[in-house]
Every structure is written in structure tokens, then in C-alpha cells.
């Protein structure tokens, strides 16, 4: 059930004075808030993973690029970019170990 129907039974219970039924819903979507919640964080440490992976992957590419063109021209910002990425990653690192740890 969602929130909006929720709210409809408790405005029901409290129209026909149910206190006991008007506790329940109120514990229900306390329920419903605590797992929505959660579901956030849980999609949002996903998400940095995610990042994390598509991170590595260029530098994968990127490392690849310096390694087979040593001589060429883009690699001064090839090398810029494995900066960027790297503190990147440093930064989704530490997020990543806020969520499961709570560390900063």
C-alpha cells in the first residue's frame, strides 16, 4: 500500500474513533518510512560502487593509452585525467566507507 492510502485509513479510523486501528497505521507507515529510507541508501551506495567501477575502467583505458602512444601528444592530458579520476575515487572511496563504516 502506499502512503496516500495509509493516510486515507487513519483519516477513516480517526472518523470512527478506532484508537487501536489509528495506532496501527501509525506504526505501519513508520514502517513504510523506515524501509523507504533504507532502500535510498542502499540505492545510493549502488550508485557509488557504480561510479567506482566506471572509474577504474578509465583508468584502465587511459593507462592502456599511455603504455601503447608513450610519445604522444594527448598524453599530458591523459595523464591529467588519471589525476582527476584518481581523486575522484578517492572522494567515492570515502563516501562508500561513511555508508558501511561510519568513518570520516
Avoid at 477513516?12 to 489509528?22: P, R, V
Avoid at 529510507?37 to 583505458?61: A, G, Q, S
Amino acid at each position: 500500500m502506499s502512503v496516500d492510502d495509509y493516510l486515507d485509513l487513519l483519516n477513516y479510523a480517526k472518523a470512527i474513533n478506532d484508537g487501536q486501528w489509528q495506532a496501527d497505521i501509525i506504526e505501519s507507515l513508520k514502517n513504510v518510512k523506515a524501509t523507504s529510507e533504507e532502500y535510498r541508501r542502499e540505492e545510493n551506495v549502488r550508485e557509488l560502487w557504480n561510479r567506482f567501477d566506471d572509474i577504474n575502467r578509465n583508468l584502465l583505458v587511459l593507462f592502456d593509452r599511455l603504455r601503447e602512444n608513450e610519445g604522444s601528444e594527448d598524453s599530458y592530458r591523459w595523464k591529467e585525467r588519471i589525476w582527476e579520476l584518481k581523486m575522484e575515487r578517492i572522494t567515492i572511496a570515502k563516501q562508500i566507507q561513511e555508508r558501511y563504516i561510519k568513518i570520516r
